[in-house]
């Protein structure tokens, strides 16, 4: 795979991987998103996506309070807890 191939999936907009992921998401603010949570009392968890910037972030991380971010890549990688090459072909298959 070539590396304009990733800038082409990068380019994918973050909140139709969001929904191909199975994420459920509620509006926080004009282009901001965060992921909807059962057990927040505010009903959203603090997994923040910018629609705009095409970018997430999670800001309690899944390691003892580390911050994850990074671009639809990352958020496969970071949801689906799977490596590089499956996050690729996931996003290749799903929308390329």
Not at 4 to 23: M, N, T, W
Not at 48 to 58: A, D, L, Q, V
Not at 60 to 67: D, L, Y
Request: one cysteine or more; proline letters at 2%.
């Amino acid at each position: 795979m070539f590396k304009r191939d990733f800038s082409e999936l990068r380019h994918i907009p973050i909140l139709h991987v969001a929904q191909a992921l199975g994420i459920e998401l509620k509006r926080t603010g004009g282009d901001s998103w965060n992921m909807k949570g059962a057990h927040d009392p505010l009903g959203y968890t603090s997994l923040s996506i910018s629609e705009k910037r095409n970018r997430w972030k999670r800001w309690s991380g899944k390691t003892s309070g580390g911050v994850s971010q990074g671009s639809v890549i990352d958020l496969v990688m970071h949801i689906q807890e799977c490596n590089f090459k499956d996050a690729i072909e996931f996003l290749t298959n799903r929308f390329l």
